[in-house]
């Protein structure tokens, strides 16, 4: 069965900090795909990021990078410079596909992030 | 582009009464189709999912209901409320190119 786990429940940070949230999953697929979501107070879930398990290139998105590593299955976000909008839940997930073609996501328990200003 | 479509976006209902929340998909066709639940504070637990019209299939036995009368629609149901029904109710939609998944904007439930 896949897990994801978010270790960090919630961390606080002063704004103009670096800050890494954590994401480490199981899986016994070879080939999966991994998301991180955004969810802000308003609640919807945004999209972030996609990464399929042949692709370990890191990733940087202006102030977001990931780092993915099979070696450790982890997928960790860091968010350079934090700003008060970065402030929300952050959801790190696993995809699966399953017979029906449908995709099977386990999502972690998220991180809630608080920007201080 | 596409969009999804939730609504309502609140919801205030008795213990005993009945549930009816809608999603709608535009922009694509034959979408697969997901609802989910957050309960407060917590992760996102999949309640029901469908690959295409009147194909529903089932995560979690429970209270609830789902069904996909049309392309783009997916509607979430209960005959009667239970005070453990109370959460925020996101639905969301893949595509076949790709496998992340999209979301609405949610409905929160409060049973009372």
């Known amino acids: 069965a896949q897990k994801v786990t978010q270790a960090q429940t919630e961390i606080s940070v002063v704004e103009k900090e670096d800050v890494t949230l954590d994401c480490v999953y199981e899986?016994?697929?070879?080939?999966?795909?991994l998301f991180w979501y955004k969810q802000p107070p308003s609640g919807e879930l945004v999209f972030l990021i996609r990464?399929?398990?042949?692709?370990?290139q890191n990733e940087i998105s202006g102030r977001y990078s990931w780092n993915f590593q099979k070696s450790t299955s982890s997928f960790n976000f860091t968010i350079t410079a934090s700003q008060v909008v970065d402030s929300a839940v952050y959801f790190c997930?696993?995809?699966?596909?399953?017979?029906?073609?449908?995709?099977?996501?386990?999502f972690g328990t998220g991180t809630k992030l608080q920007v201080i200003p | 582009s596409q969009t999804i479509h939730q609504w309502p976006a609140t919801l205030v209902q008795p213990v005993g009464s009945p549930l009816s929340l809608e999603c709608t998909v535009e922009?694509?066709?034959?979408?697969?189709l997901y609802w989910y639940r957050q309960a407060a504070g917590r992760g996102l637990q999949l309640l029901f999912y469908?690959?295409?019209?009147?194909?529903i299939s089932s995560e979690v036995p429970q209270n609830l209901s789902a069904s996909r009368p049309q392309d783009r629609q997916f509607i979430l149901s209960s005959k009667k409320l239970l005070l453990s029904d109370s959460g925020f109710y996101l639905c969301?939609?893949?595509?076949?190119?790709?496998?992340?998944?999209?979301f609405g904007p949610g409905t929160r439930l409060t049973v009372l």
């Open positions: 899986t016994r697929d070879t080939t999966y795909y």
């Open positions: 969301a939609w893949t595509g076949h190119y790709y496998n992340e998944q999209f």
């Open positions: 997930a696993l995809s699966e596909e399953m017979l029906g073609g449908y995709q099977k996501v386990t």
């Open positions: 922009g694509t066709s034959n979408p697969n």
């Open positions: 990464r399929n398990s042949f692709d370990e």
């Open positions: 469908s690959v295409g019209i009147g194909q």
